[in-house]
């Protein structure tokens, strides 16, 4: 991943925490489905919104730091 995930407000992160206590290591695919979904449906906002949870899922999901480190 060359950048890190924009995260709007504090709701995206108690999302992202949601899938991640319900649906585990299979988070992000649950998020990628559900931005899928608002897509299909012609929702842009929520499409970004979970299209942002599930970089952010794959961020802390990569098994390696991202970017500099100290």
């Not at 931005?35 to 919104?49: E, K, P, V």
């Not at 942002?52 to 730091?65: F, G, K, M, T």
Request: glycine share 4%; aromatic share 8%; hydrophobic share 45%.
């Amino acid at each position: 991943m060359d950048h890190f995930p924009y995260v709007a407000d504090r709701a995206t992160l108690a999302d992202a925490e949601t899938l991640l206590l319900a649906f585990g290591a299979a988070a992000a695919d649950e998020a990628a489905a559900r931005a899928d979904r608002s897509r299909d449906i012609g929702n842009h906002i929520h499409f970004c919104h979970w299209r942002q949870i599930e970089r952010l899922l794959e961020l802390l999901s990569a098994d390696h730091a991202p970017g500099t480190v100290h």
